[in-house]
T-cell receptor, first 111, second 112 residues
Framework: DAMVIQNPRYQVTQFGKPVTLSCSQTLNHNVMYWYQQKSSQAPKLLFHYYDKDFNNEADTPDNFQSRRPNTSFCFLDIRSPGLGDAAMYLC??????????FGAGTRLSVL | RKEVEQDPGPFNVPEGATVAFNCTYSNSASQSFFWYRQDCRKEPKLLMSVYSSGNEDGRFTAQLNRASQYISLLIRDSKLSDSATYLCVVTAGGTSYGKLTFGQGTILTVHP
């Protein structure tokens, strides 16, 4: 059974139209991460929550925001998607600095 | 210089072959080391952690050389199902809490 669940698996949005991707976990892990992975590239960390503490990577555009209302859920908000934001978005969780477990990802297309 | 460098391949090998992947990392303060496997259009999945003493899991052997900042993965008796991208992954030390840094991946194709 999937332990890190991302919805939707595929998301199509229009240029400039806000979109929210969701991640939930049944592992009760205290750390949740969002990665962006473009074709033929390695995953790139956007930000992570350590418990309720939000940690943004220095090069993550302001267009990307995140919310974590509780331990189980974390959301990625893209305020004004551009064509360059089309990618696979991966959510991962860990207990402290231990191994990270990834969800199946949401593939975002921007028209 | 990239923080984690891998030979992108692709490696094309016949079933039953032995294949080795190499990876180097630039941050000498790196704490933990992993090999992840990623199938096409799927999420990365942990293959194995890598320890200084070296570790083996079935057909897979991983080695870490901290002095040379070098990590390797050996796959013996390759199967068709081993075809995937193999990602070398390193966690930073110090204040970069838990941050995974990925290599660009090495593509392996095992053919009949």
């Amino acid at each position: 059974d999937a332990m890190v669940i991302q919805n939707p698996r595929y998301q199509v949005t229009q240029f400039g139209k806000p979109v929210t991707l969701s991640c939930s976990q049944t592992l009760n892990h205290n750390v949740m991460y969002w990665y962006q992975q473009k074709s033929s590239q390695a995953p790139k960390l956007l930000f992570h929550y350590y418990d309720k503490d939000f940690n943004n990577e220095a090069d993550t555009p302001d267009n990307f925001q995140s919310r974590r209302p509780n331990t189980s859920f974390c959301f990625l908000d893209i305020r004004s998607p551009g064509l360059g934001d089309a990618a696979m978005y991966l959510c991962a969780t860990s207990r402290g600095e231990n191994i990270q477990y990834f969800g199946a990802g949401t593939r975002l297309s921007v028209l | 210089r990239k923080e984690v460098e891998q030979d992108p391949g692709p490696f094309n090998v016949p079933e039953g072959a032995t294949v080795a992947f190499n990876c180097t990392y630039s941050n000498s303060a790196s704490q933990s080391f992993f090999w992840y496997r990623q199938d096409c259009r799927k999420e990365p999945k942990l293959l194995m952690s890598v320890y200084s003493s070296g570790n083996e899991d079935g057909r897979f052997t991983a080695q870490l050389n901290r002095a040379s900042q070098y990590i390797s993965l050996l796959i013996r008796d390759s199967k068709l199902s081993d075809s995937a991208t193999y990602l070398c992954v390193v966690t930073a030390g110090g204040t970069s809490y838990g941050k995974l840094t990925f290599g660009q991946g090495t593509i392996l194709t095992v053919h009949p």
